[in-house]
């Protein structure tokens, strides 16, 4: 069996993180790093590498992260947030297992105008 993902392994409460939600299909957790006052990265259980990973038969898993999403920016008191998802290196990932960024709590004007 691959071994797991930094991110399945909080996602398996083997590596500590401070979860804000889960269920069976997804889960989300603090950032360590916070860019904002709410840095919440919102995870497939399933260890799907990168973006361009995605199968047709995850829509409905990648669909639900912008469920979770909803509820964890709700749950946060945001009413206005940034979702970011970064594909490969040169996009900034670091850590390969797919993964949706929810940020909010300041004002993060508009990154891809300009
Ligand atoms: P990426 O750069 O791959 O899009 O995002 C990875 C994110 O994971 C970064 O924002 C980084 O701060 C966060 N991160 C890396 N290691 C850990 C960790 O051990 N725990 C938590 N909670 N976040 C992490």
Redesign the pocket.
């Known amino acids: 069996m691959a071994e797991k993902t ?1 991110f399945q392994k ?1 996602a398996d409460r083997e ?1 500590p ?1 401070d979860i804000v939600y889960e269920d069976d299909v997804a889960v989300a ?5 916070p860019v904002a006052p709410v840095h919440v ?1 919102c995870i497939p259980r399933k260890p799907i590498p990168r973006a361009d990973a995605v199968e047709p038969e995850d829509e409905p898993i990648v669909g639900h992260l912008f469920t979770v999403a909803r509820k964890v920016a709700a749950q946060e008191g945001l009413e206005d947030y940034r979702l970011v998802v ?1 594909c490969g290196e040169k996009a ?4 390969f297992h797919l ?1 949706v ?1 929810l940020i909010g709590g300041r004002d993060l004007g508009n990154m891809t105008s300009g």
């Not at 957790?29 to 790093?33: A, E, G, L, N, T």
């Open positions: 930094l909080i590596v993180a957790f603090r950032d360590i790093d990265l970064n900034g990932q670091t850590v993964h960024h």
